[in-house]
């Protein structure tokens, strides 16, 4: 079957640094996607990676190794409007998305 | 409108009553999806429609059904609520396929009683 796994709450300090993993075991593999999710309001996107590689965008960053099935999200100068919800989610063979149970990032002063 | 709509916001149901959840996009995106959300779940596609005209069957379809008469409006339609069916329901948009970005709408939360 396919399955997407990421932990499911982590918890970090204002102006730190935290990374966010992501596990994929899919049939086929048309990229990686990346959303934020506040609590009780519809998921954003935030990055999409199909190469080997890190993609930078802004203060956040994602990493992705085809070969390994795995991904992270980096966030750097936590700030705490980043307490949120962050999806990973892999474009399977049919193009159709999967997508994980996602990470509760809680954000302390 | 701007982007997606979704309504109702919420909608309290009986089991057994027929219910739409209507979905409107002004972005012209080929593509539009439903999804449930639920506790401790990722979000699981219902259908999907690639173009205006033609739809498909996602990941966990039975129950619901959808149409796509033009572009911009994309109903999900439940024939005969069950309380499983109790989740949160988003709908989404992208321009073409699933290698473009979902723009989602704001979600409706549905109980079934």
């Known amino acids: 079957g396919q399955n997407i796994d990421q932990p499911t709450e982590m918890t970090a300090t204002e102006g730190a640094i935290v990374q966010i993993n992501c596990t994929y075991q899919?049939?086929?593999?048309?990229?990686l996607f990346w959303y934020q999710q506040h609590a009780g309001e519809a998921p954003t996107f935030l990055s999409y990676?199909?190469l080997d590689g890190l993609e930078e965008k802004g203060r956040f960053s994602s990493f992705l190794s085809r070969s390994k099935g795995y991904s992270y999200l980096l966030l750097k100068e936590l700030q705490m409007k980043d307490s949120a919800s962050y999806l990973c989610a892999v474009s399977d063979s049919n193009y159709q998305l999967i997508w994980g149970a996602g990470t509760k990032l809680i954000i302390k002063p | 409108i701007a982007g997606i709509t979704q309504a109702p916001t919420s909608q309290i149901l009986a089991a057994g009553r027929r219910m739409t959840l209507r979905c409107t996009q002004d972005?012209?995106?080929?593509?539009m999806y439903w999804y449930r959300q639920d506790l401790g779940l990722g979000l699981r596609l219902i259908h999907y429609?690639?173009?205006?005209?033609?739809?498909g069957k996602g990941e966990v379809p039975d129950g619901y059904s959808v149409s796509r008469a033009n572009t911009d409006d994309f109903p999900l339609t439940l024939a005969s609520a069950v309380p499983s069916q109790t989740s949160v329901y988003f709908c989404?948009?992208?321009?073409?396929?699933?290698?473009?970005?979902?723009?989602f709408g704001p979600g409706t939360r549905l109980t079934v009683l």
């Open positions: 989404a948009s992208s321009e073409s396929g699933a290698l473009n970005e979902q723009f």
């Open positions: 972005m012209r995106h080929n593509a």
């Open positions: 899919t049939s086929g593999f048309n990229g």
């Open positions: 429609s690639n173009t205006a005209g033609t739809t």
């Open positions: 990676n199909v």
